[in-house]
Structure formats: structure tokens, C-alpha cells
């Protein structure tokens, strides 16, 4: 007799959404499978049915302006709005918006991009164009229309990536059509940069712009991998904050490596960090990844992916990032811990007690040090004239990053050795349990490090 067939993991959550759906709507279990069955075979639905991948399926399929004929309908852009939200969040984007519209238009800030939704007619006579879904200043019947641009804020120069799209446009394509644009936009404008400035402590090439000041002084300017060296006296991170925020706006191409400074500097300072910046009267602005580096956009490498990040888009919060990493690679901290160990007690005298490494790892920098990873192999990966910068693993010291996290306000020693082992040992094992070899990359002098 022949073993029944098991059914696909697509079926089963094919299945679950129906139940949801029919549970939502009360529209029967059959009818609520065969609307989930069409919305995928136009592909409509979000492209992962996970948890968050079905709470976004199930809002589109109850949004009640869902485009389903050429009747003409009120097309609600506040629905449409929160659509498109729910469907960045379900791919794993870090997402920000305005709760209300301005001006006409609904904007947003998914990852690195801005968008708006506006009606692309003006209001009726005598109107004022606040709310774009006030039917007696606008045709609700309208379809508004999408602009998704890049980088967020525009600079003198035009903007790197302009994509605008139908209103009707579904929330799950959204994403890939943006996801597809930003990559591409991305690596144009890397592959037209210039190398005119040598990093001022290891000497590897950088457009000028990329190098910056991580000290009081104007100088050195420096790499990302850099910015904790030995070789660096009175940092000031909370200048060097606030220069990565306005590059985290303005420029798609900045080395992906700082961001992995960034997650280190939010890992050690958290909300204290965040005051901090936005000064005693709270005036100053900063973002809110500063306290919460979970909220950082990672780049992520456009080909040749760990399995770890097969699932994600052109990038992804911090926070999918490391839940991926350690869902694939379970026994990294672990084996962290255990080499921690061996360099604590390598020459312990007879008769004395052994370091326990649990005392010394640092779990609060383990998301810095899945950053540090991902984002130095994305760099190299998106910038392969370069040297690959794995070099930040001998740059890492003890006394800058007890002045920086002194700076930011941080709760955590950087004095003691746990931080410092933590980060270095930690990237070299995260990086080869990724695919990416960090012994054995050149040296600015031609050896092997």
C-alpha cells in the first residue's frame, strides 16, 4: 500500500491563513482556503508564510478596499498605508512612519528609504489638502500612487533611486519592487566610487567621504574597521553618532562596516547613550537605534549569501539578523565562550583556579558582534578591490573601548577583558561559521594576518 504524501509546508500554511481568515470574516473554512488559494496564485501574499508573513497575508486579504474588479471603490490611503508597513515589517525591515498624514500625503521610512503616498490629482475646488482621505476635499475613487526614493534625505545631488508605483500596487510586491530597486541603486553607485584617501591607521583606500573622525581631534580619519584601534586617543562617539545618522540618510553607499560601529556603540549605551545625544533638553535630534540596536538596518551581501541570510532581502533590522544567525548556527556563543576560556587559562600556574568564561563573555555585545560579521562580509563582498577589512579583529583595544563606552554612557567595563575577547573572538568565530575566512586575508603590507 502505498505511503500517503506529506504535504507541503506551503499547504500547511496556506491552511492555517484560511482558518484565520474564516475565523475573521465568518466567510466559511472552503470559501476563505479558495481566497488565500487565489491570492497566492496572483501573488498577492507576502512570499514567507511565517508568523509574521500570515499577519500581514491576513490584513491584506480582510482590507476591505482590496482591489477585486473594475468597479470603482473608495481607495482608503490610510489602509493602504498600514498595508505597506505590515508587509516591510513581515520581511524583516526596520520600519518608521508619521501616524498621521501632512500635507496630503502618508510617509514612511522603511530601511533606508523614504516613502510617500499622495492622490496624484489635486483636491477639489476650495480644498485643503491635509487629510487625503476627506471625502469632501478629495475623489476617493482615485488611485493614489507610491514614490519610494533613496537615500532618505535628499541631498544637492539627484536622488540614487526613485521608484513610483500604483497605488492598487499589492503590499508584498511593494516590497520586492523596492527590495529589487534598492539593491540595484546600491550597487551602481558603489561600483562608480573613487578609493582617494587612505584609512590614517591601516592605510587601506576609501572614498574621502567614507573616512571619518572618531576622536576630539579632526584627525585621524578612519576606517570602520579602525574606529576602536590602539592608536586612537580621546574618542568622541557621540559626534561620531551623529555623523553616522546624517550618512544613514544621505548616502546608499557608506561601507557597511559602520554600521557595525554603530551597533556597538547602541549594544554598550542603550537608553543612557540616547539622552545623551538628544542633550538635557531633548532637543537634539538622534535616532532611535541608539537605544535599541535591533532597529539598525544591516546590509546584507547581494549574491552569494550564508544560508543564515538566504531569506532576507537587500538588508534587515539587527534583530532578524542575529535571531537568524543563531537559529542557523545554535552553538556559536558557545563555542565563543569555550575559546574565551582557553585564552584566560592558557598560562595558569599549578594550582590555580581556573577562569570561568561565563564570567567574561559578554552577552549584551553579541548583536555588535553579529554585526560586526555580516556587515565587514558585506562589505568586502560589495567592495572586492578593497582588502577584505577582517582586519578588525587586531584592532579591537582595551583602552578605546573603555573610553567609549565611558562616553556613551555605557553600564559595561570596557576596562576588563570580557568586552574585549567578546568582540574579538566572537567576529573571527561568527565570520568562519558564515563562510567567510578572517586568517587568512592579506595585509596592508603584503603578509598574511
Request: aromatic share 6%.
Amino acid at each position: 500500500m502505498p505511503r500517503p504524501r506529506k504535504k507541503t509546508s506551503s499547504l500547511s500554511h496556506q491552511q492555517q491563513l484560511a482558518r484565520a481568515l474564516n475565523q475573521a470574516c465568518g466567510c466559511g473554512y472552503q470559501e476563505a482556503l479558495r481566497r488565500v488559494v487565489e491570492a497566492a496564485r496572483q501573488r498577492l501574499l507576502p512570499p514567507v508564510l511565517d508568523q509574521a508573513g500570515r499577519a500581514a497575508a491576513l490584513e491584506l486579504l480582510l482590507a476591505p478596499d482590496r482591489p477585486v474588479g473594475p468597479q470603482l471603490r473608495p481607495v482608503i490611503t490610510e489602509h493602504l498605508q498600514q498595508r505597506m508597513l505590515t508587509a516591510f515589517r513581515a520581511a524583516h525591515w526596520p520600519v518608521e512612519a508619521d501616524g498621521a498624514a501632512e500635507c496630503g500625503q502618508w510617509t514612511g521610512w522603511p530601511g533606508p528609504v523614504r516613502s510617500s503616498l499622495a492622490r496624484t490629482r489635486g483636491p477639489l475646488p476650495r480644498a485643503i489638502p491635509e487629510d487625503p482621505d476627506d471625502p469632501g476635499h478629495n475623489d476617493l475613487t482615485q488611485d493614489p500612487e507610491w514614490t519610494f526614493i533613496a537615500p532618505r534625505i535628499m541631498d544637492l545631488e539627484p536622488e540614487a533611486m526613485v521608484l513610483t508605483l500604483p497605488g492598487s500596487t499589492p503590499a508584498a510586491e511593494l516590497v520586492q519592487q523596492v527590495s529589487a530597486a534598492f539593491a540595484a541603486a546600491r550597487a551602481a553607485h558603489i561600483a562608480k566610487l573613487s578609493d582617494r584617501r587612505a584609512c590614517e591607521v591601516c592605510a587601506d583606500p576609501y572614498p574621502a567621504d567614507h573616512l571619518l573622525t572618531v576622536t576630539e581631534a579632526a584627525r585621524p580619519r578612519v576606517c570602520p574597521a579602525c574606529a576602536f584601534s590602539n592608536e586612537l586617543v580621546d574618542l568622541h562617539p557621540l559626534q561620531l553618532a551623529s555623523d553616522l545618522d546624517r550618512l544613514f540618510h544621505q548616502d546608499i553607499t557608506l561601507p557597511a562596516g559602520w554600521t557595525a560601529v554603530a551597533a556597538l556603540l547602541a549594544c554598550a549605551g542603550g537608553q543612557a547613550f540616547l539622552e545623551r545625544l538628544r542633550g538635557d533638553d531633548g532637543r537634539r535630534l538622534a535616532a532611535d537605534h541608539w537605544a535599541d540596536a535591533g532597529r539598525l538596518w544591516i546590509p546584507l551581501p547581494p549574491a552569494a549569501r550564508p544560508a543564515a541570510l538566504a531569506g532576507f532581502g537587500p538588508g534587515a533590522s539587527l534583530a532578524a539578523v542575529v535571531e537568524a544567525v543563531d537559529r542557523t548556527h545554535p552553538q556559536l556563543t558557545g563555542q565563543v565562550r569555550s575559546l574565551i576560556g582557553d585564552e584566560l587559562n592558557a598560562e595558569l600556574e599549578d594550582g590555580e583556579d581556573a577562569y570561568d568564561p561565563d564570567n567574561y563573555f559578554v552577552a549584551r555585545l553579541w548583536p555588535a558582534v553579529v554585526a560586526y560579521a555580516v556587515c565587514l562580509g558585506t562589505q568586502a563582498q560589495e567592495r572586492p578591490r578593497q582588502r577584505p577589512p577582517w582586519h578588525v579583529v587586531d584592532q579591537f583595544a582595551i583602552d578605546s573601548l573603555e573610553d567609549a563606552f565611558e562616553q556613551v554612557g555605557s553600564d559595561l567595563s570596557g576596562a576588563e577583558p570580557g568586552a574585549y575577547w567578546t568582540l574579538t573572538l566572537g567576529v573571527e568565530v561568527v565570520a568562519e561559521a558564515l563562510g567567510w575566512p578572517v586568517r587568512t586575508t592579506t595585509t596592508a603590507g603584503g603578509g598574511r594576518a
